[in-house]
Structures are given as C-alpha cells and as structure tokens.
C-alpha cells in the first residue's frame, strides 16, 4: 500500500517511523510520503490560508495550495498502466464527516493507495472537496465527535489502524481476529504471570486447561463487558448471527 499525508506540520507524523508502522515501512510493506502544503504555495510568505467568505470567526485553508499538492501527488501515484485501476482514496479528516472505524479500517486496508490531506484552521475551502473528485474517491472522515485543532492527529490514529491490517505488519496474523470490534463486541480481559498478585488471582477456568470451557468464558465475558460498557454495541449486534456456544455462554 501507498499512503501519501498532506500537512503544514509535516514534523507530526514522525511518529509514524516508530514500531510496528515503522518497521511495515522498513519492510517495504508500506510506502508512506509526507508531504508540507507550503511547499505548494507560491508567495514569498507561504501563505495557506484566508479570512472565510462570509465572515466569522477563525481563517480557512485556500484551495489552490491544496489543488498543487494533490494534483502532483496524483500525478505521482499510481496510475492505470501500473495495475492500480481505481482512484486513489482521498481521506479528508473532518469533524463533520463519517465516523471512522474498525470495519472502515478493514475496507481501507484493502485499497492500493491512500492520500490524507490535514487541514488545520476552520477547515479547507470546500470547493477542494468537490474538485478532488475528479482525482479521487473523496471520503470526509472524523476521529470522533470531537473537535481537534488539526487532522495530523486523526491521520495517526487512521493509518495505525489499517496499516496494522496489511498482511506481515502484524508477526502473528491470529491476533487480529479476536480484537474488540472484529466480531461486533469488545474484547474479553486479558491476564499474565503471576497467576496471583497483590491479592488477585487470575480467574481459575484460564490455569485449567481445558480450551472448550476457556472459549466459553472468554465469550461470555465479551457479551458481559459490552454490554457493561458499550450497550450500543451490543444492540447493533446481529443476533441472528449467534452461534450455539454464544447462546450457551451469553
Ligand atoms: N470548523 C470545523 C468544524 O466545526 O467542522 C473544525 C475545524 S478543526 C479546528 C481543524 C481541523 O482539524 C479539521 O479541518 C480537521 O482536519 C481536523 N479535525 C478536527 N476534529 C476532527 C475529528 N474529530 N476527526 C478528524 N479530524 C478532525
């Protein structure tokens, strides 16, 4: 996979050359460019916003910074004589836009390339959104119902999440499959050695041995916490979808 990051703090996606994310990198697992917006301005101060149309409060990114960047990244990428026949996917972190997740993460891991662009300030000129069209898939993308002062950190969170799903970027692929939201359910607790400490033991069916009874807790302690803490989760799970031993352990 190809992820390009477009941001006027190029210096905040460092963190992206550490662990796993890193190492994909290293490996050649995964292609990541950074790019500065402002190196796609053309005026002596490198400016990359304006006071919005309209009036109000705060100041917004000005399109045609952001049309250089994206064209040349375009123009870079990977086009159709190199096998890669969709449109590259183009992520616009926004607090007003789809909210990301695991099954997001999933869908996105497949994809050949992905662009980030960051935007800062009250946001980029929307008619960028609507031009980019013609380049990209365009999908606005928010973190959560929050607001944060720019995308960069949204960007972190998103490429760890599907970069981690890239085949070899994880050593042991089996790890994936019983996370919290693989299945719809957060994930059972997790104990190691020593089997007592501080006065707590580890519940006693893990040190039994017996795997049946094990797979039978660990399930039912994913029905127990998710209902606990994220009823919501519980009520969007399929419960068509129960298996026997799901019955047996909810
Ligand atoms: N005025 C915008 C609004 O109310 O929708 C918020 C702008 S915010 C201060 C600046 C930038 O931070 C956004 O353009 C976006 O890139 C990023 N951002 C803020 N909150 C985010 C979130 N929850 N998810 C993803 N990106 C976010």
């Not at 300030?121 to 898939?137: K, L, M, N, P, Q």
């Not at 033991?201 to 039912?220: C, D, F, M, T, Y």
């Amino acid at each position: 996979m190809r992820i390009d990051v477009v941001s006027i703090f190029p210096e905040y996606l460092a963190p992206l050359e550490l662990s796993l994310i890193g190492k994909a990198r290293q490996d050649g697992l995964l292609e990541l460019n950074v790019h500065d917006l402002r190196t796609f301005t053309t005026d002596k101060h490198r400016t990359v916003d304006d006071t919005p149309y309209g009036g109000g409060a705060g100041m917004v990114m000005k399109p045609e910074p952001w049309a250089q960047a994206l064209e040349s990244i375009a123009k870079s990428g990977m086009t159709p004589e190199d096998g890669a026949a969709k449109k590259p996917v183009l992520i616009v972190p926004s607090p007003a836009g789809e909210r990301f997740n695991q099954a997001l993460a999933y869908e996105l891991a497949d994809e050949e390339q992905l662009v980030f662009a960051c935007g800062r300030y009250e946001g980029i000129d929307e008619r960028v959104i609507e031009w980019a069209a013609g380049h990209f898939t365009v999908r606005p993308m928010s973190l959560g119902d929050y607001v944060l002062n720019g995308g960069e950190v949204a960007v972190l969170a998103m490429v760890e999440a599907i970069g981690r799903l890239l085949p070899g970027v994880v050593g042991n692929p089996e790890s994936l499959v019983e996370e919290s939201h693989s299945d719809g359910l957060l994930e059972y607790p997790v104990y190691t050695k020593p089997s007592s400490w501080r006065d707590r033991e580890v519940p006693a069916i893990l040190l039994s041995g017996n795997h049946g009874k094990i797979a039978q807790w660990r399930r039912h302690e994913q029905f127990r916490r998710t209902a606990a803490r994220r009823p919501d989760l519980l009520a969007e799970f399929d419960a068509g979808g129960l298996t026997r031993a799901d019955k047996a352990a909810f």
